[in-house]
């Protein structure tokens, strides 16, 4: 992405001197655990990226207690605490899952005594049998695959702090929605939301996700590299399939390699690519903080939205 006049741009060298050494590291061997499928994360990227990174977040969670205490006070109304929602967002493989779990991690850290929690939207893409019933399989990620009723509502119920909110669990094992399978986010302080739709405007909603938003990020990387990424996660997947006969890579995996990967080279091209074109990309510059990765998802420069 150029240079856009709504954004401060820093480059790595200057933004990992914005911080006061005051989080606690993660270990290799924790960094390894938080890190996706082919990502690359190491001890300097924790340092560097995402401990100046929390310290921000910092400074947005101390005015949001703020303002909403004083919002009470001037109402003359109880305060009740409400959670800080965090959105990530970028194309598919471009690594948003591990800056979200990184993140959850360092701030929980820094909070101790915090409950820091993350979803990823892919809970509310519609099951594989009501995508194939409605001819929208071979758009699985569009904005109409996803039950963003049900994401609102998930997202209203929490900001409300109702407890026990229950949501639905994807399988990357079975590529599909688990059928009678939830998880349940309790009452957090701070919730990291993490998917490709998580800025999109669908044109059919009044309400939108990005509404619930108190920080956004947007993890972005030229598309040769986007492409790169997700064919060589397609590997990886189908490597890790070959002995999992209910996996959903193992036909691809037991099948002629060269063919899988010019399927999964063409998938990405007619489907993601057009995605992230179309829907992802344009949904850029309503994030607060735009992460960009460079070659070998090294972090090369953030911009930060100036107002």
């Known amino acids: 992405m150029q240079?856009?006049?709504n954004y401060y741009q820093i480059d790595r060298s200057e933004w990992k001197t914005f911080h006061e050494e005051s989080i606690p590291l993660l270990s290799e061997k924790k960094i390894e655990s938080l890190t996706s499928l082919n990502d690359k994360l190491s001890l300097e990227d924790v340092r560097d990226i995402y401990v100046p990174l929390v310290e921000m977040i910092d400074l947005y969670q101390k005015n949001y207690r703020k303002l909403r205490r004083m919002k009470s006070n001037f109402l003359g109304y109880s305060y009740e605490p409400a959670p800080l929602i965090i959105g990530v967002t970028g194309s598919v493989a471009v690594g948003k899952s591990t800056t979200a779990r990184v993140l959850q991690s360092l701030l929980q850290k820094f909070y101790t005594d915090k409950n820091i929690e993350m979803i990823t939207t892919d809970g509310f893409l519609y099951p594989n049998a009501y995508l194939i019933e409605h001819g929208i399989l071979g758009r699985k990620g569009f904005p109409e695959s996803y039950d963003m009723e049900r994401l609102i509502q998930f997202l209203l119920d929490v900001k409300t702090g109702k407890p026990n909110v229950e949501f639905p669990v994807y399988s990357h094992h079975i590529y599909d929605i688990v059928p009678d399978t939830f998880d349940v986010v309790n009452q957090?302080?701070?919730?990291?939301?993490?998917g490709i739709n998580v800025l999109q405007?669908?044109?059919?909603?009044?309400?939108?996700?990005?509404d619930f938003f108190d920080?956004?990020?947007?993890?972005?990387?030229?598309?040769?590299?986007?492409?790169k990424w997700y064919?060589?996660?397609f590997e990886l997947l189908m490597d890790l399939a070959k002995n999992q006969p209910d996996n959903y890579y193992y036909n691809y995996a037991i099948g002629n390699r060269e063919d899988a990967i010019n399927m999964a080279r063409g998938v990405f091209r007619s489907v993601n690519l057009k995605n992230l074109e179309e829907y992802i990309a344009p949904t850029m510059t309503r994030a607060d903080l735009i992460i960009h990765k460079s070659d070998n998802h090294f972090i090369d420069y953030l911009q930060i939205k100036k107002y």
Do not use: C, G
């Open 231 to 233: 064919l060589e996660r």
């Open 201 to 210: 405007l669908p044109s059919n909603q009044q309400i939108y996700v990005s």
């Open 215 to 227: 920080f956004s990020i947007y993890v972005d990387a030229d598309v040769e590299n986007v492409e």
């Open 3 to 5: 240079p856009n006049s």
């Open 188 to 194: 957090p302080d701070i919730l990291i939301v993490e």
